[in-house]
């Protein structure tokens, strides 16, 4: 367990450099957030409700380190202060209406590229030399094709020429938002363009780096002897082959995890999608920086954690680590 122990120290490590770097980099910008308000008040604010203001944006004159440990104080509490764009909803508040979108949409399509791009891959290297060659040029020019260019052209074939899916919203304007049928079919048919845009945009990156990690992998000694005992081929192939090139994969699978909290802007922003990087792009629009912290926030713990399910899972598969864990 010693392996385990280390990376838990070096990720809670790299925490408390994230939280650090998110109290400071906005407080050496430039800019007031409070005077950025009264200005779209018109500036017809009390001083004593600019005074207010501030302790609510965490703002004072005490010193630098006393503001730390003010931050550090009501980040345990899970207060990110106050939104700038929608006060006075709490960011905490902002961040908990969002993430549930980006979550479900974002976190399924990603785990389905996973699947069937890992999969895809690994059949295409164990049968290199068939018809399935013919995907690897598709997967390579997908690659290199950005998520907002496959969603202009699914907006643009499915949703304004064929008028299959809705281009916009997470739901229809005419279902109540609940626990019912209606809304959850709603949530889905709504959802289906942009899960289809990022399956497609990033299952060929898993399509090509399983393939490639695969075809090494299957010239190791290991696997050559496998066959040699007569083991069948989908043994061959998934318990030996599979299972040893797939340990790259879970990385930038954990990354994917981790980057789901951040969203795909890109995608969020063409479908007009309440989750977090709309969320983002509004606080970067409005200069609003308490929103734009606690997102920055929640997007850094999201990567550590998956990280180190990530390691977790180095620690089921590859027995090399649990003999270093000794």
Partial sequence: ????????????????????????????????????????MK????????????????ISDANLWQQYLDYLGNLARGELGRSITFFPTEVSTVIADSLPWTVGLVGVATLISYLIGTSLGVLMAWKRGTWLDGVLPAATFMHAVPYFWVALALVFVFGVTLQWFPVSRAYGLDVMPGMTGEFAASVLYHAALPAITIVIASMADRILGMRNVMVTTLGEDYVVMAEAKGLTSRRVMWAYAAR??????????????????????????VFSYPGIGSMLLKGVENEDFPLMQGIFL?????????????????VVLDPRTRQESE
């Fill in 1 to 40: 367990m010693r392996f385990l122990a280390r990376r838990l120290g070096f990720y809670l490590l790299t925490a408390w450099a994230a939280i650090t770097l998110n109290f400071l980099i906005p407080r050496l910008m430039p800019g007031d957030p409070v005077e950025l308000l009264v200005a779209r």
């Fill in 43 to 58: 500036g017809n604010v009390e001083p004593e409700a600019i005074d207010a203001m501030r302790r609510a944006f965490g």
């Fill in 298 to 314: 929640v997007i850094s713990l999201a990567v550590l954690v998956a990280n180190f399910l990530a390691d977790l899972a180095y």
């Fill in 244 to 269: 040893n090139a797939i340990l790259p994969n879970i990385t930038s699978f954990a990354l994917s995890l981790g980057f789901v909290v951040g969203g795909s802007v890109l995608t969020e922003i």
